[in-house]
């Protein structure tokens, strides 16, 4: 029997070719993950493998496989920062050791400041998306105030001054949302 | 000049057409979109000002009074929904929780329902009804957020909007933008869609969506006058339409397993969008009377038919088939909830045993009076409710990661393809002139090669088939046996999206 044809001739399938590209990298990226590590294991020290394994992660994090819920500019940068940190981490654990406590709160602090500023440019349509950078906010105040009690010389002058540029940005998303910051903290925390 | 600009000058020129009195009536129109769009932001508040004027020039263009037009398009039809501002949110239900967990790049679970009109639609006039319709439906005025433990449902109050159909229907639907909707309103000709991310609801839930928004688009289309269908889409929302009815009708009783036998699936090299869709439009007269030619329901005879089918398209030839039956549980607990509110049967049949239609419907109806009773459905129920409370404190980000590769190995394999039927809708008799028939699509595949659902309006059962194969075997099957068993029907489709 005929089929007498009730849809479009040229209706798109949005997203295929992307979707081949993406496997595409995060196929080579692969390849290069196992090779490094194979050719690091026949040279030995240093295991700079760890940091191409790290990067290849956050790379494939971040580009290749995008928030597929709640996308929004407060959140990338957010996930910028923690990949970069980790990326510093692993560079300072394996390559090069005594900067990476300098530079990840560096890294830490400056993104909680460029989210604030983002949002205090645009509260009513940053408001939803602000509980990702408090609760980096909060982490990162307490944890660097535990190593401004711990550490000494500039760790801990850096360590101090990040804890208070956190805990800073902490109230001003309190005050500025009240009810609001709680209520979606609510929302965040359920276990219905 | 763009379109855009050109139609903004139309409506300043009829304005200036218009005499004083007339030119205030608009004026007041426009002063009352604003004060029950307080709430939109400006962009959102200019595009819902933009929907009035093109409606209200629609009805002059086609000869029918100001006055009309400003009786049907109007700012009343609103609601107080949009001058108040987005404070609600909404947890998932314990069916719908799987859904955004699940969720790939390249898959999501939608379905969509479509109405075809005996008219071409007027899009002025569709976006008009949806921005009337939505305030009915808070539920669905929403976005979908990540929280630590489970995600949810924040209001948002924005400007909806429909679009002309432009992609594979069932792809899935953007919802990572901030705000974004977790469904579309879509048009083609005379046929109206709406698509929907599960997490929204099922297909009853989707239904009255769709059913609201028929009624809000014929009368504004055809000046119909109030009644009863018109008093539901304007009553408020009912406490109950977005409850987890699961939580709520969740019995003491022992939990059945969701784990089954992997089914034997149809051949066919698999795509993973939907390659190609079927519907066969068949008299509903012709087919209860083959139905009960085998003394069987629709439902029992039509997966019958399916199971002979897709022997026909696998070359296995052993193993069992299987079709999972979605259940409306509204049949067994009176919810309102608008929700998903659905579990499965999984209908079985050994492949050596799939020989003629009289003994598959004779064991398909055992098996449906067995596995279709309150009883299973409850143990089920408390089966998915128990489920969602053992993991309520995992966090999310573990739940996605461990979900995502369950779902991905066992997925859709315990079952060879799906029958979900929506079963009949009505319309009031002064809507349901104007509509000639229903379908409703799955979109759910990953490991099967076709999905099938029916549903029926006035005398025609849709019964359509999402094709996610090369291999047109199943589709050219069914047709076949349809045709010897002397259903009248009338095949229309897609074409191959590659």
Redesign the interface.
């Known amino acids: 029997m005929e089929m007498k044809n009730v849809y479009p001739d040229n209706l798109k399938n949005k997203g295929r070719g992307l979707l081949i590209t993406r496997k595409v990298f995060t196929f080579i990226l692969w390849i290069g993950a196992i090779a490094s590590v194979i050719v690091n294991l026949s040279t030995g020290k240093p295991w700079w493998c760890a940091v191409v394994c790290v990067s290849v992660f956050a790379v494939h994090r971040l580009l290749l496989s995008p928030q597929l819920v709640e996308r929004n500019m407060i959140g990338l940068f957010i996930n910028l920062a923690s990949y970069a940190s980790l990326v510093l981490l692993s560079i300072g654990l394996t390559l090069s050791e005594g900067w990476d406590l300098f530079v990840i709160p560096i890294v830490c602090a400056g993104t909680i400041l460029v989210c604030t500023l983002l949002f205090l440019f645009d509260t009513e349509g940053q408001k939803n998306s602000v509980h990702s950078s408090a609760v980096l906010s909060f982490i990162c105040t307490i944890a660097f105030m535990i190593g401004f009690l711990n550490l000494q010389g500039r760790d801990r002058l850096v360590m101090g001054i990040c804890s208070l540029v956190s805990a800073v940005s902490l109230i001003v998303y309190t005050s500025v949302l009240r009810t609001d910051f709680f209520r979606e903290f609510k929302r965040r925390f359920h276990v219905k | 000049m763009s379109r855009k600009k050109k139609k903004q000058g139309d409506f300043n020129l009829y304005l200036q057409t218009l005499n004083e009195q007339d030119a205030k009536e608009v004026k007041r129109l426009f002063t009352e979109i604003d004060q029950r769009c307080c709430h939109l ?1 400006k962009k959102d508040r200019a595009l819902m000002y933009k929907d009035f004027e093109n409606a209200i020039l629609w009805y002059k263009d086609n000869n029918l009074s100001l006055e009309t037009a400003l009786k049907y398009a109007s700012a009343k039809n609103l609601g107080g929904f949009f001058s108040r501002p987005s ?1 609600l ?1 909404f ?1 998932l239900d314990d069916a719908a929780k799987i859904y ?1 967990i699940a ?4 898959f999501m679970a939608t379905f969509r329902l479509s109405a075809y009109l005996k008219d071409d639609v007027v899009p002025q006039l569709l976006q008009l009804a949806l921005n009337f319709t939505v305030k009915r439906f808070p539920h669905f005025a929403t976005t ?9 449902l ?1 209001a948002r109050k924005r400007h909806y909007s429909v679009s002309i ?5 069932c ?2 639907i953007r ?4 705000g974004a909707p977790a469904f579309r309103v879509v048009y ?2 005379n ?1 109206i869609s709406v698509e929907f991310f599960h997490v929204l609801c099922d297909g009853y839930g989707g239904m009255q969506f769709l059913k609201s928004l028929l009624v809000n688009y014929l009368r504004l289309r055809y000046q119909l006058e109030d009644d009863n269908a018109w008093d539901y889409v304007n009553q408020s929302p009912v406490a109950g339409e977005s409850e ?1 009815a699961f939580e709520k009708y969740r019995k003491r009783v022992s939990a059945s397993g969701f784990l089954d036998k992997i089914a034997v699936q149809m051949n066919g090299k698999p795509v993973n ?1 939907p390659y190609r ?3 066969f439009k068949m008299d509903m007269n012709s087919l209860k009377e083959a139905a009960h030619r085998y003394n069987s329901t629709v439902t029992a005879y039509l997966l019958a038919i399916m199971f002979i089918a897709q022997k026909g398209a696998t070359d296995v030839q052993s193993g069992e088939m299987a079709i999972q039956v979605p259940l409306n549980m509204r049949k067994f607990y009176p919810s309102p909830t608008l929700n998903n509110f659905s579990m499965y049967m999984m209908v079985r049949e050994n492949i050596d045993n799939i020989t003629s239609l009289e003994s598959l419907t004779e064991d398909i109806t055992k098996q449906m009076k067995e596995k279709g009773t309150a009883e299973n459905m409850d143990r089920m129920v408390a089966s998915a409710s128990r489920f969602v409370h053992m993991l ?2 995992i966090p999310l980000s573990l739940k996605t990661a461990v979900a995502r590769q369950v779902y991905g190995f066992l997925g859709d394999k315990v079952f060879s393809n799906t029958l979900s039927n929506l079963g009949p809708v009505e319309l009031e008799p002064q809507y349901a002139k104007y509509v000639e028939s229903m379908d409703f699509i799955l979109g759910t595949g990953i490991t099967n090669r076709a999905c099938c659902s029916l549903v029926s309006f006035g005398n025609t059962a849709t019964f359509s088939i999402t094709q996610y194969t090369t291999d047109p075997s199943f589709a050219s099957e069914m ?1 076949k046996i349809l ?1 010897k068993e002397k259903v009248e029907f ?6 191959i ?2």
């Open positions: 932001p404070l949110w947890a955004p969720l790939k790049s390249n979908l957020k990540k929280g630590f433990f489970w995600h949810y924040n159909e432009d992609r594979v229907p792809t899935p919802i990572a933008a901030s083609y000709k046929r987890n969008h869709l079927i519907h309520r404190f047709e045709t009338v095949k229309e489709g897609s074409p999206w590659k």
